[in-house]
């Protein structure tokens, strides 16, 4: 019996990727590939039956800037977008340069490390601190939703079948203090990173925000919500019952080891602390 040979399509427009996807529907969309070769250790890839290179979709490799917004497209490779210099959020570009090496970078898209399916990787966390919008294609529409509805629990991946990642958008705030760290990974884990944002206005702390990524995304708006609104800078008894609260909130995520939970704890306190009498 003949070898079975995979089917390698190569559309040139968003009409002609789902023309393509109609006629297979078992097709899998490609972008660089790196999500592939991360899960498989032999010299020779096993590869889809039927593949969707978004190579040639001019649009998806676009880069925008207005005063409010950045927008790139999915498949802008993540050492274009750290190439951009300063006009990216610092906290991206810190999160983007510690993935892998230059190599990888020159491969890897941001769309498919945003929206890799069987993993939560690292750019999610960023992203959805940033409060980043993602446009969703199919072939009838285009919605926008935000990133963090993307990456929430009950939506593991906002996409739905026969549904791409398109363009995200990326908001140009300022924050007063914006903290991206990687910690020191376990072999056969997931990695973990926390990204910590803090905005004042006229001495009153107007904005937090912590996400945290093990597996999933972790976020505890109630602990945030202790802190929005003091005066600056906060009182000593405040800072302790925001880390109070975030201790047991990560206490009661299963997913999350106790060393990690108290490495996770340490650095918020350490960071929040900078804010305090």
Same mark, same amino acid.
């Given at each position: ?5 995979? /089917? ?27 999500? /592939? ?196 800078? /906060? ?28 490495? /996770? ?13």
């Amino acid at each position: 019996m003949a070898e079975q040979l995979n /089917l390698i399509f190569i559309p040139a427009s968003y009409s002609e990727l789902f023309t393509m996807w109609n006629r297979y529907p078992t097709a899998v969309p490609y972008a660089g590939g790196t999500e /592939l070769i991360r899960k498989q250790g032999s010299e020779i890839l096993a590869l889809p039956s039927i593949i969707l290179s978004l190579e040639k979709i001019e649009e998806m490799h676009r880069i925008s800037r207005t005063e409010r917004y950045m927008e790139v497209g999915a498949m802008v490779k993540l050492s274009q977008i750290i190439d951009l210099g300063k006009i990216v959020p610092v906290t991206l570009r810190h999160c983007l340069r510690s993935i892998g090496g230059p190599q990888l970078r020159n491969m890897a898209t941001i769309g498919g490390n945003f929206c890799a399916r069987d993993d939560c990787l690292d750019s999610s966390a960023v992203l959805v601190a940033l409060d980043a919008q993602c446009e969703i294609r199919n072939a009838q529409s285009t919605r926008w939703i935000s990133a963090s509805r993307f990456h929430s629990q009950h939506h593991r991946t906002g996409l739905k079948p026969k549904e791409i990642l398109t363009r995200i958008k990326v908001p140009l705030d300022t924050w007063d203090y914006s903290i991206y760290k990687k910690f020191s990974e376990y072999a056969g884990q997931s990695s973990r990173v926390v990204v910590f944002l803090v905005k004042a206005q006229k001495n009153i702390l107007s904005d937090i925000r912590i996400i945290y990524k093990n597996k999933t995304l972790w976020r505890d708006k109630r602990s945030e919500s202790i802190l929005i609104g003091k005066q600056l800078p /906060l009182n000593y008894r405040i800072v302790a019952d925001f880390v109070e609260s975030w201790k047991a909130y990560i206490s009661g995520i299963g997913e999350v080891d106790k060393p990690s939970r108290k490495e /996770l704890v340490n650095f918020i306190e350490v960071n929040i602390l900078n804010f305090s009498e």
